[in-house]
């Protein structure tokens, strides 16, 4: 930007500021040098060139001047002119102002001649105007009776009360107290305060328990009378997601009452409050704002806050107040609103006590009628339901035989065994519950559906009490402003307890009732009787535990479940305030209404007893939901009363019962003769699936089943799942030692029990590449021994050693009887079985322990260690499941053992060649065949191969070391040893489970051994000397022993062999 740019130039010469620019700036510096340009023309080839540039910029400059000078020349002029007109107009103002003093010092020296007759002529029209305004008010005081009654139609009883105090202030005025016309006015208002009075009444009656036109449950419930109840609570959370301090808050910027009206200090006139003049501006859009929340039941707060600024319909045609700014101003849902004002009418009427005695008159009955219709309308649903959906059920079935119906028959899934027998007979014949009343049946459902939606319900309702109840508090602290001074006040009113303020009406007394209700319905669903009464749980245990169960009658009261009651109702008086009420139809039911059932056994099944655990977790809920809404001041009265009542319930009778009851189930499923019979059918195959069929004994099946029935009701009451978890782990201990007693009398005096309880035989198994196969946690397969395989044959060399020095075995130290090892096997799948469940199940309960840990106050924190004892029970069922195990793998080594050692008592000197096997070979194979085929139903292939795996190397040593015993065999005897290898190949080889080709490479050295026999010296020792390692010395040095017709053996025969294997 050049130094010229803001010259006021004409666009006409916009060519001079081209020619400004090509200027030199140095020409305008602050400190101008004129030598070097002297310099510079003098030194110049063409110093008249660059003097003509210098006069042509000095013509640019001053024709530049010139159009500046112009410019400014024309606006300075104007200034002039503008300044002269001003001057002119100041000069003329002047003038006019003194012609006006003149002409008022006139009017006032002609007005002063006439000044005391105007005086009269004033104070005349001034009483005109007064007795024409109360000719006025008479007029509109006459035709308050008709317009209070129309506002009373219309529902505006803030404004019907409004217009009620101001006439009743105007006809106290002076000239009004005397005109007898007005007589009759006095009468039909005294009539109207009774009338306003009830109706006030009447509709705060019905917005307390969410039947009101403003409430939104009762909104939601004509939307949504074909829905299941619980879908109710969910439209209720969203639309009422207000905290309580927020609703709350506008009773404590209210406290200003009626003070207003209490002086009255109304500042506008009858004629004001026309419906020409009542604010219509907000009328359109507060019912706007109405419709807009209570129809549109998904609004959500977005949608409130829209209207929350604006005046409601139902104080659309009050005169506007401090209150109903303070309501247009409120952020509260229009529910609270509304009760606040209503509220305030009651106030401002002087019956807060007479209101809240028949509010505690009537809370009993009216939650009992609640509670009852609700059970109603869910049981006419139920029947609806069934209309719809079975056409062809009878027209005249009730909702009770329905119900019923539904929950006798739910059943587990019926999977059936492959050997016919029901899964869910099985277990129902020892649980001491029906299926419907199981931890998740369908009657715990039901009746957790039932109760929620109950709690739900009175938890809305003791909201507005809540509400309610802080307003007249607070207004009773104020019972001296809040009476009208113009009104002549009730003698009652006045009273120095706060509670003949209220009518004895107040938050604690609502919740006593509300609470003592919900007891009363608890008590019917549990089939308890509510006397006074408590007995100590020891006492009730033992009673208990001296009586059968009865499976088709479990009652509560059967069993002597009785206990106290925690609530009782405060008596109320009601004071003189509340008789015009009564007169009116109020009183035709009194606090002491006949309390009859509430109709559960409509929909719930008849052992009650056992719905505490569906019922503990709603009431806890429920305390929750209570104790977050009551005030500081009652926050104490959340710590104890129905949850308190449900914790000792089931402290003292549930758990007590329950322990008696599953004691019983977990003793008749053990002691029972089928309860350790394995049953399963010949020839059918192994599944790991209980579902379908896996053959786990009938008494560790019901255990198993018990002990998660019994869990699943400690995850239903995590405060009490300690005590459960004892219950369950006292279960487990006795049901292991009915199993360790039913092991102890299959192995007792066996040898094969004897050896696996030595310390070197127990070493050596589980080194043994075997014990791969054996169980570990959670139904993983155990590590084994995890060396080379010389060490694995070194272990296996080593333990047949030792079982091999056992001979000669006797057949009374084997296990002769079949059935006592099909006990073993089916005892160790199921024991496996029951130990997996019992890790889950620990799992799962430390789990629920963890959270319960972070969970709230009213969770007991428990402890782990239960968890570890379950995890420790299913340690001592694996081992137990593994002992079987060992057992039957050494059992059948022993018979394979007890039936080889044969072959040492006789002389293998056969005169033909060998068609059949030996005897005991042939009893030995047929023995395997028919115990593998009887023990595959009930063990799986892993563990089969475990079992019937260790016979081979067995049986290969066996053969082996019999020839050092032998006194002589010939070719022929080589054949029949040979064909005894054979058979016994086959009949290994034929069970699924076991490698063949390891079974047929210990058997082939077998037959190589033998074979060596057939061999003359000078080949065996060529043999020898190639295959050094093949067999031991001692097995080599026992083929030059015994005696072989035909076979020469020179003198030093052991001395060259043994030269051999000294390389």
């Known amino acids: ?198 109706k006030v009444l009447e509709d705060l009656h019905a917005h307390l328990y969410n039947k009101g036109e403003y409430s939104v449950v009762a909104s939601n419930l004509h939307e949504m009378d074909d829905e299941v109840p619980t879908t109710v609570a969910v439209t209720f959370t969203m639309n009422n997601s207000q905290s309580l301090s927020r609703r709350t808050r506008l009773k404590g910027d209210n406290q200003f009452g009626a003070h207003g009206l209490a002086d009255g200090s109304y500042s506008s006139t009858l004629d004001g409050h026309d419906e020409e003049g009542s604010p219509r501006i907000h009328d359109e859009a507060g019912s706007d704002g109405h419709m807009a929340r209570i129809n549109g039941g998904d609004g959500n707060l977005k949608d409130m806050k829209i209207f929350s600024h604006q005046i409601p319909t139902w104080l659309s045609n009050s005169t506007p107040d401090e209150f109903i700014e303070a309501m247009r101003k409120s952020d509260a849902p229009l529910h609270i609103k509304y009760l606040q004002t209503l509220v305030e009418c009651l106030c401002m009427l002087g019956k807060v006590a007479a209101a809240g005695a028949v509010i505690c008159q009537r809370l009993r009955p009216t939650i009992h009628e609640i509670i009852t219709s609700k059970i109603k309308a869910q049981a006419e649903h139920i029947n609806f339901s069934k209309s719809g959906i079975c056409q062809a059920a009878q027209t005249g079935t009730t909702g009770l035989h329905f119900m019923k119906g539904q929950l006798e028959s739910y059943q587990l899934p019926k999977h059936k065994r492959q050997n016919g027998i029901s899964l869910a007979g099985t277990l129902f014949a020892v649980s001491p519950v029906s299926p419907v009343m199981a931890p998740k049946g369908k009657a ?419 402890s782990s260690v239960p968890s570890r004892d379950m995890l420790s029970f299913a340690d001592e069922y694996r081992k137990l499941a593994i002992d079987c195990l060992k057992v039957l793998r050494v059992e059948m080594q022993l018979e394979t053992i007890f039936h080889v050692q044969e072959m040492t008592s006789r002389e293998y000197l056969e005169d033909q060649d060998a068609e059949e096997p030996d005897d005991f070979i042939i009893s030995l194979t047929a023995q395997i065949t028919r115990r593998d085929e009887e023990m595959a139903p009930f063990i799986s292939g892993t563990k089969r191969n475990y079992i019937f795996g260790g016979i081979c190397n067995i049986a290969a040593n066996a053969s082996i070391k019999a020839l050092a015993d032998m006194k002589a065999i010939n070719l022929f005897g080589v054949q029949q040893i040979c064909r005894n290898s054979i058979a016994m190949e086959q009949a290994l080889a034929a069970i699924p489970s076991i490698d063949s080709e390891a079974v047929q490479q210990k058997l082939d050295r077998v037959r190589t051994y033998y074979e060596l026999l057939n061999m003359p010296f000078e080949a065996l020792l060529a043999f020898i000397m190639e295959h050094e390692n093949l067999f031991a010395a001692a097995e080599y040095t026992n083929l030059l022993k015994v005696n072989v017709p035909g076979r020469e053996i020179p003198a030093d025969a052991l001395d060259r062999v043994s030269e051999i294997l000294a390389h």
């Open 1 to 198: 930007m050049g130094i010229f740019d803001g010259l006021p130039i004409s666009p006409e010469k916009a060519y001079l500021r081209e020619e400004i620019a090509r200027i030199d700036e140095s020409w305008v510096a602050a400190r101008f040098d004129s030598l070097p340009h002297v310099v510079h023309i003098l030194t110049s080839k063409e110093r008249e060139g660059e003097v003509q540039v210098l006069k042509d910029q000095n013509d640019v400059i001053e024709e530049v001047v010139d159009e500046v000078v112009h410019a400014y020349h024309s606006g300075f002029n104007k200034a002039i002119q503008n300044y002269s007109q001003i001057l002119r107009l100041f000069s003329e103002s002047a003038e006019s102002v003194k012609e006006l003093k003149v002409d008022l010092a006139e009017a006032k020296e002609r007005l002063g001649t006439r000044n005391k007759q105007l005086h009269q002529l004033w104070y005349r029209s001034v009483t005109l105007r007064h007795i024409i305004s109360l000719l006025d008010q008479i007029e509109g005081i006459a035709k308050v009776p008709a317009r209070i009654e129309k506002l009373i139609a219309e529902k505006q009883f803030y404004a019907a009360v409004q217009l009620h105090l101001q006439s009743a202030i105007m006809l106290e005025r002076e000239g009004l107290q005397t005109v007898g016309a007005l007589q009759d006015v006095r009468s039909e208002l005294t009539k109207l305060r009774g009338v306003l009075f009830y």
């Open 444 to 862: 715990q459902a039901a009746a957790k559906e039932l109760l929620d939606s109950i709690l739900d319900t009175v938890e809305r309702i003791f909201e507005n009490h809540v509400v309610v109840g802080e307003l007249l508090e607070s207004k009773s602290i104020q019972h001296g402003i809040n009476t009208p001074k113009s009104i002549v006040a009730d003698v009652n009113w006045k009273s120095h307890s706060e509670a003949s303020v209220t009518g004895g009406y107040s938050i604690g007394f609502s919740l006593t009732v509300l609470q003592s209700e919900c007891q009363q319905l608890i008590c019917e669903i549990l089939r308890a009787t509510p006397e006074a009464a408590t007995a100590d749980a020891a006492v009730q245990t033992a009673r208990l535990a001296s009586k059968a169960p009865s499976k088709e009658k479990r009652d509560g009261s059967e069993d002597g479940l009785t206990f106290a009651f925690r609530f009782t109702d405060t008596t109320i008086s009601i004071p003189n305030q509340g008789v015009d009420l009564i007169r009116q139809g109020w009183g035709r039911r009194g606090p002491n209404v006949l309390q009859e059932g509430y109709g559960t056994a409509a929909i719930l099944p008849e052992q009650g007893i056992y719905l505490a655990a569906s019922i503990y977790r709603p009431v806890l809920q429920f305390t929750d939901k209570v104790a977050s809404m009551l005030p500081k001041k009652y926050s104490q009265l959340g710590n104890d009363g129905l949850l308190a009542f449900v914790e000792n319930f089931v402290k003292d009778h549930f758990l007590p019962t329950m322990f008696v009851d599953y004691r019983k189930g977990v003793q008749q499923a053990i002691s029972s003769p089928a309860a350790f019979r394995p049953r399963a059918h010949t020839g059918t195959s192994y599944v790991a699936s209980i579902e379908k069929g896996r053959p786990v004994l009938q008494g560790l099946l019901a255990i198993d089943f018990l002990a998660k029935e019994v869990l699943g009701w400690a995850q239903a009451m995590p405060k009490f799942a300690a005590d459960l978890v004892n219950y369950v782990q006292t279960f487990l201990e006795r049901t292991y030692e009915r199993c360790r007693t039913s092991y102890m009398e299959a192995v007792l005096e066996k040898q094969s029990y004897m050896l696996i309880g030595r310390h070197d035989v127990d070493k050596l198994m589980r080194l043994e590449p075997a014990s791969a196969f054996l169980p570990n946690a959670l139904g993983q397969l155990g590590t084994g021994n995890n060396g080379s395989d010389a060490e694995a044959l070194a272990v296996e060399s080593e333990l047949s050693e030792l079982f091999l020095s056992l001979r000669p075995i006797k057949q009374e130290n084997l296990i002769r009887d079949d059935n006592k090892l099909i006990l073993l096997a089916s005892l160790s799948d199921s024991l496996e079985y029951v130990a997996e469940s019992i890790e889950r199940l620990g799992q799962a309960t430390l789990r629920a322990s963890n959270q319960v840990e972070e969970s709230k106050q009213h969770h007991i924190r428990s």
